[in-house]
């Protein structure tokens, strides 16, 4: 034996992947310590390829006789003995030439468990990443795109084909600082997890929201080769965030206004009783000229008071079965007497058996009154009419108070219950009135709905269940 056939020989030995020899009907001519150690027989023992893989041998066998001539790698499971299973790469290479004889073929078969769990794991990350709804990226070491899941493309508005090789900022919405993505770098770039909140741009300009994971992918020597970004759409969230910031701002705006309605009222009263006493008084016609748009100005600032007041402190009301009918009769007696309406008629249609529901008469009186004086001012001068009607739901009694006034404009119809927001003149409006009535009704467990045609009237729907959100 020469120098390089020992080296063969024993290379042969010592190999991991079984190896076997075997002619055209199976009979072992060489094999490897591996081929024989699996099934626990010595190699002189090992006559056949059957005495050496058993069944698997068998049909290694009747595969090679089906294919004659062809070499060729076969994934399968191979089975060494009963309950010693793995799945195996077999590679079957024709040594002889086809017309020398006997016919002599190597065998080996690697086994593939590891490469198997790795592809495994692959696939169901795959799975995992394909099906999930939270928006997945990689990116190489540099930051660049390598990969990105169906709900990132989703989330993003961008294909796949337009993100892979490019750098995330694509989607940079500008709202953050420089400092702020630097630390990011800074922590992904050392090996560690970020964790936070980025708010980013969708292809069409549009602003996300999202939580994101950045975990660097380490190599065996720890060194970075990427990164994987795991987001969760929290835009929603965020939405309902700001719904409740504002909300919260709402109810502070209510403490508020009591605290001023309060410590401006008191002051504002003896003002009040000043200027009446000083009117009365003076022979200046001059001064007495100047009290009287003194006390314009502060009828003004005391209607704004009342407002606030009334809004401020429903639970001083008491609440009591109602009819409401009852109320929306008091609220007309005080709207329709006066010289401001007598040019408009009055229809009103009220149902009769109207079942009583718990409210603050008071406070309903307030938002009838608001509503209808609402109607009355945009009736303007001319002939008009208000219709007033009441009517029994399902659930819920509808009053409706429907004017052929002149119409809300449509850039403004989201705006008449904010706080404020008039189209008055100086001094004739407050805009507050909606603002107040909405708060009371949905304090009702109700709603007010509009509808408005410019030039033709307005609509509004007050509804109160009748089984409302105040007890008795
Ligand atoms: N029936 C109506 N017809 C036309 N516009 C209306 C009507 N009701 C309310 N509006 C609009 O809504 C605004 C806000 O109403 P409101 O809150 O009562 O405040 P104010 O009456 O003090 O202006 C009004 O200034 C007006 O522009
Ligand atoms: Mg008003």
């Known amino acids: 034996m020469t120098l390089a056939d020992a080296t063969f020989r024993k290379i042969f030995e010592l190999h991991s992947d079984a190896i076997i020899v075997i002619d055209g009907d199976g009979v072992v001519v060489e094999c490897n310590p591996a081929a024989c150690k699996r099934r626990k027989i010595p190699r002189t023992a090992v006559r056949t390829i059957r005495d050496a893989w058993g069944a698997s041998g068998d049909e290694l066998l009747a595969r090679m006789i089906a294919h004659d001539d062809t070499s060729g790698t076969i994934r399968t499971t191979f089975i060494f003995s009963p309950g010693d299973t793995i799945p195996a790469e077999l590679r079957i290479v024709r040594i002889t030439d086809p017309a020398e004889e006997p016919r002599l073929f190597l065998v080996t078969v690697k086994d593939i468990s590891e490469q198997r769990k790795i592809e495994l794991d692959l696939l169901r990350f795959s799975e995992v990443t394909l099906h999930t709804v939270n928006p997945i990226q990689i990116t190489d070491a540099n930051g660049k795109i390598i ?61 996300f929201h ?44 209510g403490t508020l206004a009591a605290g001023i309605a309060h410590e401006v009222g008191n002051p504002l009263t003896s003002i009040s009783s000043i200027v009446q006493v000083i009117q009365r008084t003076t022979k200046d016609e001059f001064a007495r000229e100047k009290l009287e748009l003194v006390k314009n100005q502060i009828n003004r600032i005391t209607k704004i008071i009342r407002e606030l007041v009334d809004f401020s402190r429903p ?158």
């Open 147 to 207: 990969y990105v899941n169906p709900a990132y493309e989703r989330i993003s508005g961008y294909s796949k084909e337009e993100l892979i090789g490019r750098n995330p900022n694509l989607l940079k919405s500008g709202m953050h600082s420089r400092e702020f993505w630097e630390k990011i770098w800074t922590r992904i770039l050392s090996g560690e997890e970020w964790v936070g909140q980025l708010q980013n741009r969708r292809k069409d300009g549009s602003v």
């Open 210 to 253: 999202s939580e994101v994971v950045i975990s660097p992918i380490l190599d065996e020597s720890a060194t970075v080769i990427g990164f994987v970004g795991a987001h969760r759409d929290i835009t929603e969230q965020k939405q309902l965030e700001k719904q409740l910031v504002r909300s919260q701002k709402m109810e502070t705006f």
């Open 315 to 472: 639970s001083a009301y008491e609440i009591k079965k109602t009819d409401v009918n009852n109320v929306m009769r008091d609220a007309l007696n005080i709207v329709q007497y006066g010289k401001k309406v007598q040019h408009i008629t009055f229809k009103v249609q009220l149902y009769d058996d109207l079942p009583h529901i718990a409210v603050v008469s008071d406070q309903l009186v307030q938002v009838f009154l608001n509503i209808l004086m609402n109607a009355v001012d945009a009736c303007g001068t001319g002939q008009h009419a208000i219709g007033v009607t009441s009517r029994l739901c399902d659930k819920s009694i509808e009053i409706v108070i429907r004017d052929d006034g002149r119409g809300i404009e449509k850039e403004d119809m989201e705006k008449i219950f904010d706080p404020f927001f008039t189209t008055k003149e100086v001094g004739k409006g407050t805009g507050l009135g909606l603002w107040v009535s909405l708060g009371i009704v949905k304090n009702f467990g109700g709603d007010i709905q509009v509808s408005s045609e410019v030039g033709l009237g307005t609509k509004f729907t007050i509804s109160l269940p009748l089984k409302g959100s105040l007890h008795e």
